[in-house]
């Protein structure tokens, strides 16, 4: 029990980092994806993280065919009650939400930080699986 209380609390730790995430290298980022991946393996469900990428997706898409960055920073914004309705369903969602809330906010102020996010995403999918995730 006292386990997951320290790793609730390193997670939470990660928000102040991925705040910033131009001055975060990909190490970094696949580093917090990996130790997000693995916290949250044995409670989200592989679909909860999908649907969110798939929303990001979308705005990627849209990135690369209007190819201006600020046509779509509203759209990356909005993301942010996407997490908040699925942690509101799913109390399990909440911590990743958190996480999630802090990075999205960064990556609306650049295209650089948004194509960092997209694989940040991909990364924490990918530890999710790695270490046993639901799916």
């Given at each position: 029990?006292?386990?997951?209380?320290?790793?609730?609390?390193?997670?939470?730790?990660?928000?102040?980092?991925?705040?910033?995430?131009?001055?975060?290298?990909?190490?970094?980022?696949?580093?917090?994806?990996?130790?997000?991946?693995?916290?949250?393996?044995?409670?989200?469900?592989?679909?909860?993280?999908?649907?969110?990428?798939d929303?990001?997706?979308?705005?990627?898409?849209?990135?690369?065919?209007?190819?201006?960055?600020?046509?779509?920073?509203?759209?990356?914004?909005?993301?942010?009650?996407?997490?908040?309705?699925a942690?509101?369903?799913?109390?399990?969602?909440?911590?990743?939400?958190?996480?999630?809330?802090?990075?999205?906010?960064?990556?609306?102020?650049?295209?650089?930080?948004?194509?960092?996010?997209?694989?940040?995403?991909?990364?924490?999918?990918?530890y999710?699986?790695?270490?046993?995730?639901?799916?």
């Open positions: 029990m006292n386990g997951a209380r320290e790793q609730q609390t390193s997670l939470s730790g990660f928000k102040r980092e991925l705040s910033d995430l131009k001055t975060l290298g990909m190490d970094r980022l696949v580093e917090i994806a990996a130790q997000v991946g693995e916290a949250i393996s044995r409670k989200v469900k592989m679909n909860q993280i999908r649907r969110f990428l929303g990001a997706r979308k705005v990627e898409s849209e990135l690369k065919s209007r190819e201006k960055f600020e046509e779509v920073k509203d759209q990356i914004v909005l993301l942010r009650p996407k997490l908040a309705y942690a509101g369903r799913h109390q399990d969602v909440k911590e990743l939400a958190e996480i999630l809330d802090t990075a999205v906010k960064s990556a609306a102020q650049t295209q650089e930080n948004f194509m960092k996010f997209l694989r940040f995403m991909e990364s924490i999918i990918a999710h699986r790695f270490y046993g995730g639901r799916d």
